[in-house]
């Protein structure tokens, strides 16, 4: 009896061991849906991808510095943060002057129906930001901006601990690499 017990309790350990050690690796409510961290990367192949390179002060905050390829030639180059209250705040030089504007690009504790827009400027990069679909490890964001003639609109979905939902071959988040 006492060795059938002695079992037990090993297995219940090794179970309690098991299940414990996963709970990290599991994606939670205080995983980002947007890792920034310098070293993680978003590839499709070697002629498409994103970067996380190094970080810059941009009046007074910190950004994390992305480095895009797109097809080869083209090349950009991107400053990110995450806020306090968990917004993806992009900081968007513009070419024809010295100045930078701020875009709220996503409110990762937006719910399904919630709207804002990227910049409170008067500006014709202004897009108008719906949460159209929103689980505990996924987040869907329809962007869409118009003119006088038309509306245009596309979708971005983050995954919880992964970044942006893509057609990414291999991703690297926080020292651990997948592969598609």
């Known amino acids: ?28 409510s205080h995983t980002p849906y947007f890792p920034l961290q310098i070293g993680n990367y978003w590839q499709s192949n070697e002629k ?5 390179i190094g970080k810059k002060k941009i009046a007074g905050n910190e950004f994390y510095v992305l480095a895009a390829r ?10 990110y943060r995450i806020d306090d209250k968990l917004n993806l705040i992009q900081a968007h030089f513009r070419k024809q002057t010295p100045t930078v504007i701020f875009l709220t690009k996503a409110k990762f504790n937006a719910q399904i129906g919630d ?4 910049t409170s400027m008067d500006d014709p990069a202004n897009e108008l930001v719906e949460v159209v679909e929103k689980s505990e490890d996924k987040i869907k964001f329809k962007y869409s901006r118009s003119n006088s003639e038309h509306t245009t609109s596309y979708f ?6 992964l970044g942006v ?9 926080n020292g651990s690499l997948y592969t598609f």
């Open 70 to 79: 797109i097809g080869g030639d083209s090349r950009d180059t991107m400053y």
């Open 115 to 118: 709207m804002f827009y990227t």
């Open 165 to 173: 939902v893509d057609n990414f071959k291999q991703i690297r988040v």
């Open 1 to 28: 009896m006492k060795k059938l017990l002695l079992r037990v309790s090993v297995l219940v350990h090794a179970v309690l061991l098991y299940s414990s050690c996963n709970k990290d690796a599991t994606p939670n």
């Open 156 to 161: 971005v979905e983050y995954k919880r601990g």
């Open 48 to 52: 498409n991808y994103i970067k996380v």
